[in-house]
């Protein structure tokens, strides 16, 4: 097709013009969010407890004379995209003059309430980890990357796993571990307490790369009948406290795995590639207690949705995001059901069971 013929009309060759634009420049709307997340600006307009007017939020911010009109425009593409919601303030600013001026006043909107500094739900950790230079650099490698041999662009790049760089650069193992803990707090509200029958009649449950232990805790606080052990790198629980029924064990999990009733798997089988989520599978089926006995895996990861429709777009795009983090970062991917049946089959499981849970998350029980 010759683009410049008039097979193609103009309508169309703009629409096209604009996904590339819109594509290209995107990166500004993760960006603008930064800024206004290192600003503080959500816990400015929680702490003041009402909506905020501009002029308020600009005092606040102690931003420079010569850039307060930045913050109109920073907030406006913020609300455009539904961080924050703004709404007219008419204020009288001349009672002589009977002048009316219009100010905007900005309130939070679920999504920046996450974003605040405390709670246990918050999404910040996550958020920024994302966007740190460690782990936004390799994708600048990843077509070099694709015609080399190297294992990920992240080891490329830097020279070392995924696990070694966050573990050698405290900022970021810093937001990654609070960035896990957070989505923890989230998963044992949903899982936890609202899928208790999952967790009823264990007596013993490993969660393998557990991190600092949230979900971990949960099941031995819901559950005190269940003996529940941490298995995670050194480094992540060095510095954790068990209680009566919970305890941390550093190692890893291509070694050995404690032998249970029950194995809980979080956020682990997407970042290992076919290969070694099947090692990891295999370790379980060992680890785990016979089909007589109730022995199973619980595995909490994402199921690819295919063909979405019109109202799972959104969650089928995120996927693919999550799916190409791991093809930069680790050896990883996400899976859709037919690939998690055959590594549970070549494991030596028997049948699972998949319940989606919340967002593009599923709940899968795995069974010998
Ligand atoms: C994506 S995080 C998930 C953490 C936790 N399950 C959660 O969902 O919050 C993956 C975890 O696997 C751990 N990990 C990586 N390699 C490991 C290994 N060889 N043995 C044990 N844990 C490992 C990491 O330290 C990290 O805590």
Same mark, same amino acid.
């Given at each position: 097709?010759?683009?410049?013929?008039?097979?193609?009309?103009?309508?169309?060759?703009?629409?096209?013009?604009?996904?590339?634009?819109?594509?290209?420049?995107?990166?500004?709307?993760?960006?603008?969010?930064?800024?206004?997340?290192?600003?503080?600006?959500?816990?400015?307009?929680?702490?003041?407890?009402?909506?905020?007017?501009?002029?308020?939020?600009?005092?606040?911010?102690?931003?420079?004379?010569?850039?307060?009109?930045?913050?109109?425009?920073?907030?406006?593409?913020?609300?455009?995209?539904?961080?924050?919601?703004?709404?007219?303030?008419?204020?009288?600013?001349?009672?002589?003059?009977?002048?009316?001026?219009?100010?905007?006043?900005?309130?939070?909107?679920?999504?920046?309430?996450?974003?605040?500094?405390?709670?246990?739900?918050?999404?910040?950790?996550?958020?920024?980890?994302?966007?740190?230079?460690?782990?936004?650099?390799?994708?600048?490698?990843?077509?070099?990357?694709?015609?080399?041999?190297?294992?990920?662009?992240?080891?490329?790049?830097?020279?070392?796993?995924?696990?070694?760089?966050?573990?050698?650069?405290?900022?970021?193992?810093?937001?990654?571990?609070?960035?896990?803990?957070?989505?923890?707090?989230?998963?044992?509200?949903?899982?936890?307490?609202?899928?208790?029958?999952?967790?009823?009649?264990?007596t013993s449950l490993v969660d393998i790369g557990g991190?600092?232990?949230?979900?971990a805790?949960?099941?031995?606080?819901?559950?005190?009948?269940?003996n529940c052990t941490v298995l995670d790198?050194?480094?992540?629980v060095?510095?954790?406290?068990?209680?009566?029924?919970l305890n941390f064990i550093g190692g890893d999990m291509?070694e050995a795995i404690p032998p249970a009733n029950a194995i809980l798997?979080?956020?682990?089988?997407?970042?290992?590639?076919? !290969?070694?989520?099947?090692?990891?599978?295999?370790r379980c089926?060992e680890a785990i207690w016979?089909?007589?006995?109730?022995g199973?895996?619980?595995?909490?990861?994402?199921?690819?949705?295919?063909?979405?429709?019109?109202?799972?777009?959104?969650?089928?795009?995120?996927?693919?995001?999550?799916?190409?983090?791991?093809?930069?970062?680790?050896?990883?991917? !996400?899976?859709?059901?037919?690939?998690? !049946?055959?590594?549970?089959?070549?494991?030596?499981?028997?049948?699972?069971?998949?319940?989606?849970?919340?967002?593009?998350?599923?709940?899968? !029980?795995?069974?010998?």
């Amino acid at each position: 097709m010759d683009i410049m013929s008039n097979e193609v009309s103009a309508n169309e060759l703009l629409q096209a013009h604009e996904l590339i634009w819109s594509c290209s420049i995107s990166f500004i709307k993760p960006m603008s969010l930064k800024c206004a997340v290192e600003l503080g600006i959500p816990d400015i307009i929680n702490n003041h407890g009402q909506p905020i007017t501009l002029s308020n939020l600009i005092s606040a911010l102690h931003i420079h004379p010569s850039k307060t009109h930045c913050i109109y425009r920073l907030m406006r593409i913020l609300v455009h995209f539904g961080f924050f919601t703004a709404t007219q303030k008419v204020a009288m600013v001349d009672h002589e003059l009977q002048q009316d001026d219009k100010e905007e006043e900005y309130s939070l909107t679920l999504a920046s309430r996450l974003l605040l500094k405390d709670g246990p739900l918050r999404a910040t950790p996550f958020f920024l980890v994302q966007l740190d230079p460690l782990l936004v650099t390799p994708w600048h490698s990843l077509s070099t990357w694709l015609q080399n041999s190297d294992r990920t662009p992240f080891e490329m790049v830097h020279g070392k796993t995924f696990w070694d760089g966050v573990g050698d650069e405290p900022r970021v193992k810093y937001l990654f571990t609070e960035a896990m803990a957070s989505d923890s707090h989230l998963m044992a509200k949903i899982v936890v307490e609202g899928c208790k029958h999952v967790f009823e009649g264990l007596t013993s449950l490993v969660d393998i790369g557990g991190g600092t232990g949230i979900m971990a805790k949960a099941i031995a606080k819901n559950f005190p009948n269940i003996n529940c052990t941490v298995l995670d790198l050194p480094y992540v629980v060095e510095n954790s406290q068990g209680t009566k029924n919970l305890n941390f064990i550093g190692g890893d999990m291509f070694e050995a795995i404690p032998p249970a009733n029950a194995i809980l798997l979080k956020w682990i089988l997407h970042d290992w590639s076919d !290969e070694e989520a099947l090692m990891i599978l295999k370790r379980c089926r060992e680890a785990i207690w016979s089909k007589e006995k109730g022995g199973k895996v619980i595995i909490i990861e994402k199921v690819l949705i295919e063909n979405p429709e019109i109202d799972k777009k959104s969650a089928a795009e995120t996927q693919l995001y999550f799916d190409m983090l791991m093809m930069v970062n680790l050896t990883g991917r !996400e899976r859709n059901k037919r690939e998690w !049946e055959n590594l549970f089959l070549a494991a030596g499981f028997s049948h699972f069971k998949i319940t989606p849970i919340a967002g593009v998350r599923s709940l899968l !029980e795995v069974y010998p």
